[in-house]
């Protein structure tokens, strides 16, 4: 039937596809479910409608005073959540009881929130050990040319341009310390002066 349609295997297989798909939204039936972030997995239809129809109750009291309906639709909600909470760990324990220890375990995260630790790996491309070698070796590369080479300008530093790095400025330890003596007397008595 639709081998006919086109020579080419791109247009044939598109076309079969599509077809598989129309049948498939043709005979499935299609319910949306919608979820919240912090619902419980015990939270069904029933404890749903009691809420519901205990905020009908709440305002319909606030309207006309009277609070009874209220605090009987109060107490359905707790009821139907105590049952909820009740039939939920029955099925909890037969699942433990049959031995299906993956469904109870997913239940038991659940219940508990657990979420597992992210893993901190990740998959890093072959350059990457030697982008790390560049970044931190030119602290070591640099350290090496300040003790071979005490050529210093003016101010006392030495400009470098060099290829993997960029711009480095290298201070002799004699130029540090000579900034290091000249920031005492201008500032005040240091922490570990005191």
């Known amino acids: 039937m639709f081998r006919n349609s086109s020579d080419d295997v791109n247009v044939f297989t598109e076309a079969v596809v599509g077809f598989i798909g129309k049948l498939a939204d043709d ?8 979820t919240f972030p912090n619902q419980k997995p015990w939270v069904d239809k029933t404890i749903r409608d009691a809420l519901r129809s205990r905020t009908a109750a709440y305002n319909a009291g606030l ?4 609070m009874v309906p209220y605090k ?10 105590k049952e ?9 324990e037969s699942q433990l009881q049959q031995n299906n220890s993956r469904s109870l375990w997913q239940g038991l995260r659940a219940i508990t929130d657990y979420k597992a630790p992210t893993s901190g790996m ?3 491309d ?18 090496k040319d300040a ?3 005490n050529a210093s300008g003016a101010n006392g530093c030495r ?3 060099t290829a993997s790095t960029g711009n480095t400025f290298i201070i002799s330890e004699h130029d540090q310390t000579v900034l290091d003596q000249g920031q005492e007397d201008c500032e005040g008595p240091q922490p570990s002066q005191q």
């Open 27 to 34: 005979t499935a039936l299609k319910t949306t479910i919608r």
């Open 63 to 66: 309207a006309s005073g009277d």
């Open 72 to 81: 009987a639709a109060s107490y359905n909600v707790r009821k139907a959540v």
């Open 84 to 92: 909820a909470k009740q039939h939920y760990g029955r099925k909890l």
């Open 122 to 124: 990740m998959n890093a």
């Open 126 to 143: 072959v350059t990457l050990a030697d982008e790390l070698n560049t970044f931190y070796g030119r602290f070591e590369a640099a350290a």
């Open 147 to 149: 003790k071979d080479a």
């Open 159 to 161: 400009h470098e341009d």
